[in-house]
């Protein structure tokens, strides 16, 4: 806390690490010696810069921009640029901390990083997010590279500002190589990159349901977000015979007690992707919907609830409310949507929690699928893309199996931490004092 004042989100992300691996490192005296924990939770760098753009009334306009570049022990940087006015280094850091242990667990040779501003591009036109991307591109494509990092989407940076930001580097650079994955599909893109997320969030919970004997069929499932996490994971549940109840965006949820079906799921991807609307729209379309305006979709009962949206987006109050009225399951399609004391409650009611890292890895994993794509110069068929995530997913369950077995019951936060952490830890040891 000290050493990173008033870096919130940072400390929450680092607390709960800590908490899961203070015990391991413990019984490994050599992990200690290593000082790896302070190690890991310090960036190899950090990158600050300015993005001057100009507006579509001709005035100069000014943000801040970062790209974290936490570690890079088992591969080149990798992580998602995020622009959001929320974005800060606090906030960049305990993603990019994040992506560290989540991209070790997808097995893939991939180091952790995060980047992003503060830049706002609800109510900007196309052409103001062009100037904006390109401009960012002019400092970020020093730092960047297909070996060095590899930066892809995020929260409000989809594949529109991937689009522009991967034109300007391809400028810049005088080169046609894999710097940013999420690329559209006539540039070097991963078919199901744009899915990834949402269906192996679902498929990791899937896993950990199946394991009891139990399936996403016919459950009823509450999800926030109506961004590509969330349309993908509502996509996937229906798939699997599952009915969604809900999505959100930060205008508030709607509620259709009749399910979100796959026809009502296409009006979302059109006013979401396309039309940039609010969702408060599809109860204006679809009567039976109700609109709950600035509130969160926990309070609806369900048997499994897919967080998709963002940071904190359940305290406690919420996570008791979802586990009065059943939930049997919980899996982060977003970054650290629990908070410390939300965590707290399901890990201690037992029921089935998928954090993060785990559960979310869908979509960086096939971002490192896109990469080997590139470096092949092949374009790989939808199925063989998703059967890779399908198992990769599977993987990554069985790891955190295998790390968080207690008794007959299996704690995935633990299991996640440690799997994640082995890999990394032993590949800084080897390398000694760097
Ligand atoms: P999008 O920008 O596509 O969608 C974000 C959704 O969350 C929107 O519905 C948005 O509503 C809502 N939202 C964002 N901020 C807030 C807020 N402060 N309060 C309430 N609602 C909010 O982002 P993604 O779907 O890509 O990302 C969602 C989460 O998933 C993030 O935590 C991200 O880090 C994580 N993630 C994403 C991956 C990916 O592949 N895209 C990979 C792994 C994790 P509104 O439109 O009103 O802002």
């Known amino acids: ?64 921009a970062w790209r974290v570049q936490f570690n890079n022990s088992i591969g080149p940087y990798k992580g998602g640029l995020r622009f959001h006015p929320s974005v800060t280094q606090s906030v960049l850091k305990f993603l990019g901390f994040e992506q560290i242990f989540k991209n070790s667990l997808t097995g893939l040779p991939m180091g952790g990083a995060k980047g992003g501003s503060n830049f706002n591009p609800k109510g900007k036109s196309d052409r103001e997010v062009m100037r904006f991307c390109h401009s960012m591109m002019i400092e970020l494509h020093r730092h960047i590279g297909e070996h060095t990092d590899i930066p892809a989407g995020d929260i409000g940076v989809g594949s529109r500002e991937i689009s522009y930001l991967f034109g300007q580097y391809k400028r810049l650079s005088n080169t046609f190589v894999g710097t940013l994955t999420g690329k559209g599909l006539s540039f070097g893109g991963s078919l199901v990159r744009t899915e990834a997320t949402g269906y192996g969030c679902v498929y990791f919970c899937e896993n950990m349901l199946n394991r009891l004997g139990d399936s996403i069929k016919g459950k009823s499932v509450c999800i926030s977000g109506s961004g590509n996490v969330a349309i993908y994971a509502a996509e996937m549940v229906g798939k699997l015979g599952g009915k969604v109840l809900t999505l959100s965006d930060s205008g508030g949820f709607v509620h259709d007690p009749d399910g979100i079906d796959e026809e009502k799921l296409s009006f979302v991807k059109e006013l979401k992707e396309k039309q940039r609307g ?45 586990l009065k009225n059943g939930c049997i399951a919980v899996a982060e399609g977003a970054n650290m949507p629990s908070t410390l004391e939300a965590m707290k409650a399901f890990r201690e009611a037992n029921i089935l929690f998928g954090p993060a890292k785990a559960a979310n890895a869908g979509g960086v994993a096939v971002s490192g699928l896109e990469q080997s794509q590139n470096s092949l110069r092949l374009q790989w068929t939808h199925d063989e893309v998703n059967t890779k995530l399908k198992s990769i997913m599977k993987e990554i369950h069985e790891k955190c199996v295998h790390y968080g077995m207690k008794g007959d019951h299996v704690d995935y936060v633990d299991g996640a931490n440690l799997a994640g952490f082995v890999k990394i830890a032993e590949s800084m040891l080897a390398y000694g004092a760097v």
């Open 278 to 322: 609010r969702i408060s729209e599809y109860a204006e379309k679809y009567r039976k919907a109700t609109f709950h305006a600035d509130r969160r979709p926990w309070d609806v009962a369900c048997d499994v609830a897919l967080p998709c949206a963002t940071q904190n987006e359940i305290d406690q109050r919420d996570a008791e409310t979802l």
């Open 1 to 64: 806390v000290k050493r990173n004042p008033g870096e919130e989100e940072f400390h929450q992300a680092v607390r709960e690490v800590t908490e899961s691996l203070m015990p391991f490192i413990l019984q490994h005296p050599r992990y200690k010696q290593a000082q790896l924990l302070e190690r890991l939770t310090e960036p190899d760098r950090i990158i600050i810069f300015r993005v001057t753009w100009e507006d579509d009334e001709g005035n100069f306009r000014a943000n801040r």
